[in-house]
């Protein structure tokens, strides 16, 4: 993979900082199972990573390209706000193993999942408004795992977006697809996904329930309906992600019949807010 001086160089930059939150690039080099030498060629900018190995680096650190390519001071406000990892992996709790196991076997299930798409929901926090964020559902070891981001800018908003990244894990029980994930700069919010099962070979359109807070100081639990419009096994990310944003129920750029589904013919405008008791 060739790339230009300034990609280049704002990799270089990037890779020095996320590796000095390690005690040591020996320590890095072993988790990922590279070369040292070869390593050390990628933080020096002598050479840049094959298509492969930058993923490998991505995942490790638990970024996408288009963030380690970013200008040096863009990426370390995103890597100060990440909450810091622990060296030592959590054990899995004895209650949820049942639940990996279940997580495990559907798999085979989830395959003709993978891939890219745009997601619609309901805004929690700005009514009237539909949020149209990314996903992107991988086969992980046993598991599918997926990615989410938000790219918002309200109405009135000035500046870059606001981002809001998650990441979660996928599974298939009762005849319904069940997606969990948590906030992953922050770590301040968890959101669940019930989904109809889509049995056609090729999948276009799921559907079903979101279930999170929203996003004011409140944080009052909602739900909205939900639709993942698929893109496809790769795409443009680029392009997608400039799709991405926080739109008037009204606008062009929605689908009538993702709209219309989502406002249950027009007959809602708002998600559903919890009931007091």
């Known amino acids: 993979m060739q790339a230009d001086d300034f990609t280049n160089d704002s990799f270089k930059v990037n890779l020095k900082l996320a590796t000095s939150y390690y005690p040591s690039i020996s320590e890095v080099c072993r988790k990922l199972s590279l070369n040292r030498q070869q390593f050390m060629k990628y933080l020096s900018g002598a050479s840049f990573p094959s298509r492969y190995n930058l993923r490998r680096i991505c995942d490790f650190f638990g970024f996408d390209e288009y963030e380690f390519l970013m200008p040096p001071d863009q990426f370390a406000k995103i890597l100060e706000l990440r909450p810091s990892k622990t060296p030592n992996e959590l054990e899995s ?10 997580a495990q076997r559907g798999r085979s299930m989830l395959t003709k999942m993978h891939g890219y798409y745009y997601e619609y929901f309901l805004s929690y926090s700005t009514p009237h408004h539909i949020i149209r964020s990314l996903t992107y559902i991988y086969p992980w070891k046993d598991y599918t795992l997926y990615k989410r981001k938000e790219w918002l800018k309200h109405p009135g908003q000035e500046g870059q977006p606001d981002v809001y990244k998650y990441a979660g894990v996928m599974t298939v029980s009762g005849g319904r697809l069940h997606m969990f994930d948590h906030e992953s700069i922050t770590g301040s919010e968890l959101t669940q996904k019930i989904l109809f099962m889509n049995y056609r070979n090729r999948v276009s359109m799921l559907t079903g329930l979101s279930l999170g807070v929203s996003g004011g100081d409140a944080h009052e639990p ?56």
């Open 93 to 102: 709790l004895p209650g949820l193993t049942e639940l990996l196991k279940e």
């Open 222 to 277: 909602s739900a909205s309906r939900v639709v993942m419009e698929f893109i496809g096994q790769t795409t443009h990310l680029r392009r997608v992600i400039q799709a991405c944003g926080i739109y008037p129920l009204d606008s062009p750029e929605i689908p009538d019949l993702i709209r219309d589904h989502l406002t249950l013919g027009g007959t809602i405008d708002a998600p559903l807010r919890g009931a007091t008791l």
